[in-house]
């Protein structure tokens, strides 16, 4: 008799892609929270303080009375299908799938996601794919720019899901699409139909999330990968220099972010007569807290408060068609050579040269 084990040595290899996401609490609770935060904040990548000197701060002071200040914002964007951050990465994924099915001719590809944080967990989704018969793994960290506390966060929990496995897929990764022009295009292209919807503002607000700038001046490429975006985005507009400014939100303790930071930059220019400002944080492929509380609720009450009329925040580009093609064509790009015969890398390489940038 031949155990399931066995039978599996026998399959054709076959290829998959998961799309990794941050993540997001399993309900807007105090509980809920805590669990999220300290599985967030324990990561050296996030916070690489010395334990000694963060485990007394993270568990005395920030998980016994964050969360409870979090569970009102967490409720405030919270939808019949919970966390905005998780519908949309799971309708993206969906979007993905029936992309490469579409392109492929076939479902040969099986499209995954998980969290980085929380559910569904990477490790959880790995183990999916690898009874699904998967030999072969693209991994996809939703983060169009590298930075070691996001991408490289990922792939430590891709590789530590792989050191359990008794039989390791092949693997590759997309480390950052920060200037790819498919991913240039969608975001010029959701800007425009802002725009055409409610006229153009005074100025654009580009925000990225912050990281402490300490770990920049150590080497991580984010606020450079993060400045080209916004040069790429704004040339596609055709925006001259006064009428954007590019801006650095989310800061957390005391140590010095990356600047301008977004708070103070939106004081700023309410101060200085712009009455209408647009934002957009390119730095976030799906709608979640950052985006839905703090650019769309708190940094509008703060622009308002500033004396200026109004923020309008246009949303992340979650599953939309343009976003769906560039992260297809990204996936796409990486499995070239892993498809049966019939899908060869030349086929694969000359649609991708063909799609419109």
């Not at 290899?13 to 300290?38: E, F, Q, S, W």
């Not at 072969?136 to 929990?157: C, F, G, H």
């Not at 425009?192 to 300490?214: C, M, N, T, V, Y």
């Amino acid at each position: 008799m031949i155990e399931a084990g066995q039978r599996s040595h026998a399959q054709q290899p076959r290829a998959g892609v998961l799309l990794v996401n941050l993540g997001t609490p399993d309900a807007p609770t105090a509980p809920a929270i805590r669990r999220y935060l300290r599985e967030f904040l324990s990561d050296e990548r996030v916070v690489d303080l010395p334990r000694a000197l963060w485990w007394p701060i993270l568990n005395g002071f920030i998980l016994p009375f964050r969360p409870r200040r979090l569970a009102h914002s967490y409720g405030s964007i919270w939808g019949d299908e919970g966390a905005p951050l998780l519908t949309h990465t799971r309708d993206l994924a969906e979007g993905v799938q029936r992309a490469l099915t579409e392109r492929l001719g076939a479902s040969q590809v099986p499209v995954y996601f998980a969290m980085r944080y929380g559910n569904p967990s990477v490790a959880e989704v790995i183990a999916k794919a690898q009874d699904d018969g998967v030999r072969r793994l693209v991994a996809l960290p939703l983060y169009p720019q590298y930075s070691a506390t996001t991408t490289a966060s990922v792939m430590d929990a891709v590789f530590a899901a792989l050191s359990g496995l008794r039989w390791m897929p092949e693997l590759r990764s997309v480390h950052q699409y920060h200037d790819d022009p498919r991913y240039i295009a969608a975001l010029a292209e959701s800007v425009r139909a802002h725009w055409a919807e409610h006229g153009q503002g005074d100025h654009l607000l580009l925000s990225f999330h912050g990281i402490p700038k300490r770990y920049f001046e150590s080497g991580d490429p984010y606020f450079c990968h993060c400045q080209k975006t916004a040069r790429l985005l704004t040339e596609a507009l055709e925006l001259p220099e006064t009428r954007y400014t590019v801006a650095f939100q989310s800061r957390f303790g005391r140590e010095p972010w990356l600047q301008p930071y977004t708070d103070e930059r939106i004081a700023q220019l309410a101060q200085s007569g712009v009455k209408r400002l647009d934002a957009i944080c390119p730095g976030f492929a799906a709608d979640c807290l950052e985006t839905l509380e703090e650019m769309d609720m708190q940094y509008a009450e703060l622009f308002h408060a500033s004396g200026g009329e109004v923020l309008r925040y246009i949303p992340a580009l979650n599953a939309s068609p343009t976003h769906v093609d560039c992260i297809a064509t990204l996936a796409e790009q990486q499995l070239a050579g892993w498809l049966p015969e019939a899908i060869d890398s030349e086929r694969i390489a000359l649609r991708a040269a063909a799609m419109p940038y």
